[in-house]
C-alpha cells in the first residue's frame, strides 16, 4: 500500500514558476513509476509527465513538454514537477500517481495509487 500526499499548489500569475511536491509512504517508492495527472474544470482528467523508478526515463504531454520537469527523489519519497512559463489553461487540479509496474505509461487506468490533488490556478 502506498499513500501520495500533493503539495506546492496555489495562486501564480501567466509565466510564472511552481513546484509540486508529491510525498509518498511506504519503503517501495523507488520501485514504483510515478506520473502526474491533472483535470481542469469541466474535463476529463489527463496525463501530464510520468518517471520511471530510476529517474532514467520520462515522458510528457505534448501540451507541456519543454516547460515542465517530472523528477524523484528516491531517498526522499518523493517525486518533483517544476512547472515554468505556466499559462492560464494550466489550471487544473494536479494528482500523482503511482504504478507498482516498472514502465513508463500515460494510461490512467495502469496506476495503482493516486493522491488527493493540489490545486493549481495560473491567473492571465
Known amino acids: 500500500q502506498v499513500q501520495l500526499v500533493e503539495s506546492g499548489g496555489g495562486l501564480v500569475q501567466a509565466g510564472g514558476s511552481l513546484r509540486l511536491s508529491c510525498a509518498a509512504s511506504g519503503r517501495t517508492f523507488s520501485r514504483y513509476t510515478m506520473g502526474w495527472f491533472r483535470q481542469a474544470p469541466g474535463k476529463e482528467r489527463e496525463f501530464v509527465a510520468a518517471i520511471s523508478w530510476s529517474g532514467g526515463s520520462t515522458d510528457y504531454a505534448d501540451s507541456v513538454k519543454g516547460r515542465f520537469t517530472i523528477s524523484r527523489d528516491n531517498a526522499k519519497n518523493t517525486v518533483y514537477l517544476q512547472m515554468r512559463s505556466l499559462k492560464p489553461e494550466d489550471t487544473a487540479v494536479y494528482y500523482c500517481?503511482?504504478?507498482?509496474?516498472?514502465?513508463?505509461?500515460?494510461?490512467?487506468?495502469?496506476?495503482?495509487?493516486w493522491g488527493q490533488g493540489t490545486q493549481v490556478t495560473v491567473s492571465s
Open positions: 500517481a503511482a504504478d507498482r509496474l516498472a514502465r513508463i505509461t500515460t494510461a490512467q487506468a495502469s496506476y495503482d495509487y
